[in-house]
């Protein structure tokens, strides 16, 4: 699944969003794309899920 976060612009921005993922999904793949403010997130959670803890951790998903 793919997300774009608008809101994402630093390293630690990449860190935050990958670890709200991974305590949501500790066996999730997360890939960054910090330029084009993307996630894609190979997870067994809903996408639904996944959004929402993104959005919780102050990275909210379009």
């Given at each position: 699944?793919?997300?774009?976060?608008?809101?994402?612009?630093?390293?630690?921005?990449?860190?935050?969003?990958?670890?709200?993922?991974?305590?949501?999904?500790?066996?999730?793949?997360?890939s960054?794309?910090?330029?084009?403010?993307?996630?894609?997130?190979?997870?067994?959670?809903?996408?639904?899920?996944?959004?929402?803890?993104?959005?919780?951790?102050?990275?909210?998903?379009?």
């Amino acid at each position: 699944m793919e997300f774009n976060i608008p809101a994402m612009s630093c390293g630690h921005c990449v860190g935050a969003v990958t670890q709200a993922v991974k305590s949501l999904d500790p066996a999730a793949q997360v890939s960054v794309d910090l330029p084009g403010k993307k996630v894609v997130v190979q997870s067994s959670q809903e996408r639904r899920a996944v959004a929402a803890a993104l959005a919780e951790a102050g990275y909210p998903a379009q």
